[in-house]
């Protein structure tokens, strides 16, 4: 970066959670995958990260708690107010209720409302008058997913010429479901205010340059790979790919020293699988589909096991507490039906798991089961594959999850509407050679420790200032009908 300049990150909310006991704040940084890749990338850079702190009123003392936590991170964070009102319109309203399942795919659950498109703009407009007041003209500003689509137009409102980029954490989707949601226009056009923009597969990438070759006139394409650029309104906009990963040394490491007497399910041969609770996860395809292969393989009964760990979701919406009730529902029928005294076929998890224990689950376990109805890429798999150690699991990845158009060529893609297609991978998985296995891990893990986090981070900025970018990982538009078909 620039001599002077600073990295300003944004994102809706600050990675921190503040708690109050017999009267005392305390403040800690909190999981997720957006927070631990960020950490990664924003380690050593004098970087600083804005965004709400998770609490309505924010006190002087909560202030100086909040600065102090970030800094022994290496970044310096700055909370934003919001009101009872921009928190409920803004997240549980359009962010939650109408591009989150738009964006991906379930567009039955939104709800359109005025009033949410009102807070949507009012928050972005916040955001935008917080940047002005800690930013300078050379720095850098980052900002992060679906709440801030407008917010470089705000920018430009105000009078601020900063250099933004924007890195969409979830798929951009086509134009046919894009094209139902009333601010269409206005998206688009908040988004084309970003010099960068990028996205995980050049799915997505595809997708948002054919609603902008619908919707918006006067666009002119320049250049294509690696980086698309485009000229709007005297502009030039650079549009790239960039799938996230994650710190591999940090996950291998410490797989490494990680304890099999402590992996709490020895007897068996395990199918992983950790989600968080969302209709986004395909966890009812799931449990039906190890449900039936339970019912087609019998020999497998006593030997077999799914560990399925939910994490809870801080979205308060009915569509999770419904899906909460049916998955359990449907995880304790299953387990009556099968289960003897002596084994119980799936071991639900309902809690976020410890990273300890989160380690040794995925070094031990046979096999990972992302199992995605629509992600923007899923970490799962790519902290699955760093632990593998010895090489010997397997992947059993969605072909609708982001990380498939890396992984493609050593997972085992399903559809996660296929319920015969998915028990038959099970079967497959538990029945490969092993040393065909192994071959495949390995290619994985070689993958993922060059393409890892550190790569993503520093080729964004790196972009976005304006060098050379020449190291992208293949990558492929779509996946042929023919690779999905070869079996594992």
């Not at 290496?74 to 928190?87: A, D, H, M, Q, R």
Request: glycine share 6%; aromatic share 14%.
């Amino acid at each position: 970066m620039n001599k002077g300049s600073n990295l300003i990150v944004v994102s809706a909310v600050l990675p921190i959670h503040i708690t109050k006991e017999k009267g005392e704040y305390s403040v800690q940084i909190s999981p997720g995958g957006l927070v631990t890749a960020l950490k990664q990338v924003l380690h050593r850079r004098k970087a600083l990260w804005i965004g709400w702190a998770g609490s309505e009123k924010i006190t002087p003392k909560m202030k100086n708690l909040i600065f102090e936590e970030g800094k022994k991170e290496g970044f310096l964070l700055y909370p934003v107010s919001l009101t009872e009102k921009e928190i409920d319109h803004f997240f549980n309203g359009f962010s939650n209720g109408i591009i989150w399942p738009m964006f991906h795919t379930f567009q039955s659950y939104c709800r359109f409302e005025p009033e949410y498109w009102t807070a949507y703009k009012e928050v972005n407009k916040k955001f935008a008058r917080y940047i002005k007041s800690i930013s300078t003209e050379n720095d850098l500003i980052w900002v992060h997913d679906y709440h801030f689509f407008l917010l470089p137009e705000f920018l430009k409102k105000l009078g601020l010429k900063r250099k933004t980029a924007f890195f969409l954490h979830i798929p951009f989707p086509n134009p046919e479901l894009f094209f139902k949601i009333p601010w269409r226009v206005e998206i688009l056009k908040g988004l084309l205010n970003y010099d960068l923009i990028g996205f995980h597969t050049f799915l997505d990438r595809k997708h948002f340059l054919d609603c902008i070759d619908e919707l918006v006139d006067g666009v002119n394409v320049l250049s294509t790979d690696p980086i698309t650029e485009i000229k709007y309104e005297g502009r030039s906009i650079k549009i790239g790919v960039f799938p996230i990963s994650i710190d591999f040394e940090y996950y291998n490491s410490n797989a490494e020293v990680s304890s099999y007497e402590n992996f709490p399910y020895k007897n068996y041969r395990v199918v992983l699988g950790i989600d968080r609770l969302d209709y986004t996860k395909g966890l009812l395809q799931k449990i039906k589909s190890f449900r039936r292969f339970l019912e087609k393989y019998p020999q497998f009964h006593k030997k077999v096991i799914l560990v399925q760990a939910i994490a809870p979701n801080i979205k308060k919406l009915p569509e999770y507490d419904e899906l909460k009730k049916d998955l359990e529902h449907l995880i304790a029928e299953t387990n009556g039906y099968f289960g003897t005294p002596d084994w119980t076929p799936i071991h639900y998890l309902p809690k976020r798991m410890k990273f300890r224990e989160l380690i040794n689950l995925y070094r031990y376990s046979d096999a990972c089961w992302v199992n995605s109805i629509k992600d923007g890429m899923n970490l799962v798999g790519k902290e699955y594959i760093a632990c593998q150690v010895e090489n010997k699991g397997a992947l059993i990845l969605s072909e609708f999850a982001g990380a498939a158009a890396e992984l493609k060529d050593y997972a085992c893609l399903v559809n996660p509407y296929d319920i015969e297609g998915c028990s038959e991978a099970l079967h497959r998985v538990f029945s490969k050679d092993p040393n065909m296995k192994i071959k495949k891990m390995i290619n994985l893990r070689n993958h993922i420790k060059r393409y890892d986090i550190s790569w993503w981070g520093n080729t964004i900025l790196e972009t976005a200032f304006g060098k050379k970018i020449v190291d992208f990982p293949e990558l492929e538009e779509d996946i042929p009908l023919h690779e999905l078909l070869k079996s594992f």
